[in-house]
Structure formats: C-alpha cells, structure tokens
T-cell receptor, first 113, second 113 residues
Framework: DVKVTQSSRYLVKRTGEKVFLECVQDMDHENMFWYRQDPGLGLRLIYFSYDVKMKEKGDIPEGYSVSREKKERFSLILESASTNQTSMYLC????????????FGPGTRLTVT | GQQLNQSPQSMFIQEGEDVSMNCTSSSIFNTWLWYKQEPGEGPVLLIALYKAGELTSNGRLTAQFGITRKDSFLNISASIPSDVGIYFCAGQQMNFGNEKLTFGTGTRLTIIP
C-alpha cells in the first residue's frame, strides 16, 4: 500500500513565523504535490515536483516555497506565516505517465494566530 | 484554477438507500478518479477510470467514465453509516506530460439514522 505521511496533524503558529511542513512517501513516486483545502474553495494546488530539486508553481504559490532534496521528501515552507494561510494542507504523490492516481497524506491543520 | 462541477453538493439519505452523484466538465478528460474524505483526514482513492464507457466496481461502489469523456458518475449501493464523508471526483486532461489533476467541488454525504 502507498503510504504518504505528514510531519504534523495539527500546528499552531504565530504571524510572521517561518513554518515547515514535511511530507514523506514510501512508494518511490517521482511526483509530489502540495495542496491547501478551504471550505467552499476545494483543493487548490500550491506547488508540485516531478523530480528531486525540481519544482513548479501551481495555482496559488504566493507566500509559499518548496524544497525537494530527496525523492521521498517534499517540504512546504511558509516564509512568513499570515492568518490567511490558516488552512488544511495536503500532500500527495503519484507515479509519472499513465496512471495519474494521486495518493494523499492525512493532512496538516495549520492555524496561524 | 478550474474545478469540476459535482452534484449534488450534499445528500441526506437513510441507511440502506442507494446514492448517485456525478461530475461534469466542459473539457475532455482521459482519466477520472473518485476519492472519499472523512473529517480531519486526507482523501482516499476509491476508484480509477481510464477508458470512455468504462464501468468499474469496488465493493458497493460503482463508477463510470462517461462516453463523451466530459463526465463521470459514482453510485453507492445499500449505504451504511461508514459511507459518511465528502466524495470528490478528479480528472486528468488530455495534455501529454500533464500530471496535474483537476478536482471537483465535492458531494457531502450524510446518513440519517
């Protein structure tokens, strides 16, 4: 079974703090994704990565950056957290070419106060 | 970014009833996926569809890839309490090398005791 894990289920941070969200997958998938999920807005893609050290902007990259130093790990960074970044953050991974099936982690509920 | 239209937005049904929901788009997709998300958790993949007209089952769940490639349907037979959650469709468009998915707005299923 594919397993995607996220470092924290719940996080509370203060405005202006630098926040790291970590995601690890154990299926040797090339593709990894970061989404945020908000009521009424659905799943929105922040960044994705096709390979180590490779990243591409999704639909809402502003205020975020990512890092992929190892194939199994994809980190989302909030450089200076703001209250409008309070959200559920979901990581996903998939194999390239053909299947397109994305497997999600359990999510991190981030609150910025 | 684009979202797929899912209907209904919410359903209130009694245990034992059958459920039907659908997902439509103005664009053609070459893969349709159905996910279920329970409160506080990440989406879990239920069914994947790869060919127009394909009908695939997973236990009491049956999904179909529409002939026009612009829609998909999910049916749940004889609903039980653990079916409660939000069901999302997701599609992958016919762009070579495009690993991104477009997600539906979700159908929230509630079972009335």
């Amino acid at each position: 079974d594919v397993k995607v894990t996220q470092s924290s289920r719940y996080l509370v941070k203060r405005t202006g703090e630098k926040v790291f969200l970590e995601c690890v997958q154990d299926m040797d998938h090339e593709n990894m994704f970061w989404y945020r999920q908000d009521p009424g807005l659905g799943l929105r893609l922040i960044y994705f990565s096709y390979d180590v050290k490779m990243k591409e902007k999704g639909d809402i990259p502003e205020g975020y950056s990512v890092s992929r130093e190892k194939k199994e790990r994809f980190s989302l960074i909030l450089e200076s957290a703001s209250t409008n970044q309070t959200s559920m953050y979901l990581c996903a991974s998939s194999s390239p070419g053909g299947a397109y099936e994305q497997y999600f982690g359990p999510g991190t509920r981030l609150t910025v106060t | 970014g684009q979202q797929l239209n899912q209907s209904p937005q919410s359903m209130f049904i009694q245990e034992g009833e059958d459920v039907s929901m659908n997902c439509t788009s103005s664009s053609i997709f070459n893969t349709w996926l159905w996910y279920k998300q329970e409160p506080g958790e990440g989406p879990v993949l239920l069914i994947a569809l790869y060919k127009a007209g394909e009908l695939t089952s997973n236990g009491r769940l049956t999904a179909q890839f529409g002939i026009t490639r612009k829609d998909s349907f999910l049916n749940i037979s004889a609903s039980i309490p653990s079916d409660v959650g939000i069901y999302f469709c997701a599609g992958q468009q016919m762009n070579f090398g495009n690993e991104k998915l477009t997600f539906g707005t979700g159908t929230r299923l509630t079972i009335i005791p």
